[in-house]
């Protein structure tokens, strides 16, 4: 079975503060991670994927097997930065690329 | 290029009625999925399909049918809708393959009294 936790529900920085969203995951076999984006009444969108090792909008995150986290980080984070983000795992196209969500994180970048 | 397209948008649903919701996608994805998401809970996924004719269980099926005649169609049916089916209902599809390449309709908000 495959599962993603987010400890937190709730985060609050100030703008220009470093932010980290944590992300743990289970799966025995190779995963796919991404993070996904509900900014306030849009439709989620895809972050990034730990395939690209890119960084969005000044985000990265790395995937760690050997804690099996996939944190995503941000150095000085922004007031537009605030919304709902989703860690996101898949098992690949034996399951369909179906995406396992996490429980969410509401990050709120306070002036 | 509308992308998905979720209708309705809101709905109000006293317990025991039905109702289905409609997903459409322009994208000639093969893979459609439904979702709900709740507070705390993230998005759970409810049935999922992956070609025209096929549909297959997700994590929380009970109380959802699904059907997909046509591939850019995908329909959710409530039979006898229940208060602990209040939640916001999000439609995504993805090319075979592709499991970075979900895009996601804006959502249904679905409130059983």
């Known amino acids: 079975a495959q599962r993603v936790t987010q400890p937190e529900k709730l985060l609050s920085v100030f703008k220009g503060a470093p932010v980290e969203l944590k992300c743990n995951y289970s799966?025995?076999?190779?995963?796919?991670l991404f993070w996904y984006v509900q900014y306030s009444r849009q439709r989620l969108q895809l972050l990034l994927r730990?395939?690209s090792r890119e960084s969005i909008k000044g985000f990265t995150a790395d995937l760690n097997k050997g804690e099996t986290s996939f944190h995503l980080k941000k150095p000085f984070a922004q007031e537009e930065d605030s919304a709902m983000y989703y860690c996101?795992?898949?098992?690949?196209?034996?399951?369909?690329?179906?995406?396992?969500f996490g429980e969410g994180t509401q990050l709120t970048v306070n002036p | 290029n509308a992308g998905v397209t979720q209708t309705p948008k809101f709905r109000v649903l006293k317990t025991g009625q039905s109702m289905t919701l409609l997903c459409a996608q322009d994208?000639?994805?093969?893979?459609m999925y439904w979702y709900r998401q709740d507070p705390g809970m993230g998005l759970r996924l409810i049935h999922y399909?992956?070609?025209?004719?096929?549909?297959a269980k997700g994590e929380v099926p009970d109380g959802y049918n699904v059907s997909r005649l046509k591939k850019q169609n995908f329909l959710l049916g409530l039979e006898s809708a229940a208060p602990s089916q209040t939640s916001v209902y999000f439609c995504?599809?993805?090319?075979?393959?592709?499991?970075?390449?979900?895009?996601f309709g804006s959502g249904t908000r679905l409130t059983v009294v």
């Open positions: 996101a795992l898949s098992g690949g196209e034996t399951s369909g690329s179906r995406l396992t």
């Open positions: 799966y025995s076999g190779s995963p796919e």
């Open positions: 730990h395939i």
């Open positions: 994208m000639n994805h093969e893979y």
């Open positions: 399909s992956v070609g025209e004719g096929t549909t």
């Open positions: 995504a599809s993805n090319a075979r393959g592709r499991a970075y390449g979900y895009t």
